[in-house]
């Protein structure tokens, strides 16, 4: 509901900001500059306002695709449940709530009860050490269970949690660990994404998801600059540079090769960041 309220917000303050600048236009010299002083505020506002949303396409948007494009469920791709054992630190537990939160979007849009309920309590485990525990709580599951048959709804139940978890951290000064939940939650998706067969190539929806992701990826190294100074981030960024490396090179269309390379890439990167 919060993503959604900003996205009407933001269009909402443009066109405030332009009406402004117009009538400043046609007023009389006394008023030179103001209309650029006040989208100079305006453009204050309106960061402001998005700081807290959460900044790329979810997991779950991203991993919905593949249903619509009727690409099968894979037993045994998301990252083992009992691997949550292994992230002591409050990095590493940032990093895997937004990998198992890749993980419960797979199962839950491909509707795989029995592994919801083990995702959940994944989710549960690290939320409550990350005090995250007013987002992942029964409430969740049961709008999961309620709308099991809604792939639509389900999404948006998904992106509300994972937005929620974003402005909470952003809301008690963890910008870093936020950005961690975010990579790991784009690099799991992903990697989910990727591991379709050679015939789903072929077919333009998937070329176009993956430029899509392009675009967010570009936007999460944009997000990161201000901290890039921190550790955490540091490492993150490191892990993710063969990602930039082969995105980089791409053009507006995709080859067969372009698409090896994009998922050798996601692949190499996933498997640094679950260890």
């Known amino acids: 509901m919060k993503k959604t309220i900003i996205t009407m917000i933001i269009p909402l303050l443009v066109f405030g900001l332009i009406g402004l600048t117009s009538c400043n236009s046609s007023s009389s010299n006394k008023a030179k500059g103001k209309g650029t002083v ?4 305006g453009d204050t506002i309106k960061k402001a306002i998005i700081k807290n949303v959460y900044p790329l396409p979810t997991s779950a948007q991203v991993i919905k695709l593949l249903t619509d494009m009727e690409v099968g469920y894979q037993i045994g791709v998301t990252n083992s ?4 054992k292994k992230y002591y630190t409050s990095k590493a537990k940032a990093t895997a709530i937004g990998i198992y939160g890749a993980d419960l979007s797979y199962v839950t849009v491909y509707n795989i009860m029995q592994e919801v309920t083990t995702y959940m309590d994944v989710m549960k485990s690290l939320a409550n ?27 948006s139940i998904l992106s509300n949690a994972f937005n929620e978890t974003y402005s909470y951290m952003t809301d008690n000064d963890q910008q870093t660990f936020a950005l961690l939940v975010v990579g790991g939650g784009w690099v799991e998706g992903m990697y989910l994404t990727c591991l379709v067969n050679e015939a789903a190539y072929q077919d333009a929806r998937f070329s176009k998801v993956l430029l899509d992701q392009k675009k967010s ?32 090179g791409l053009g507006t269309s995709l080859t067969l090769n372009n698409i090896k390379d994009i ?13």
């Open 129 to 155: 050490d990350l005090n995250l525990s007013q987002i992942y709580k029964p409430a969740l599951y049961d709008s999961i269970k309620t709308n099991f048959d809604n792939k639509d709804k389900l999404v």
């Open 217 to 248: 990826f570009e936007l999460y190294l944009d997000l990161t600059k201000p901290y890039s100074n921190d550790p955490n981030i540091k490492e993150m960024l490191k892990n993710m540079e063969p990602i930039r490396k082969v995105y980089q």
């Open 263 to 275: 998922s050798k890439a996601i692949s190499t990167v996933r498997e640094k960041i679950i260890q």
């Open 38 to 41: 006040d989208l100079q505020k």
């Open 81 to 84: 449940a009992g691997n949550v």
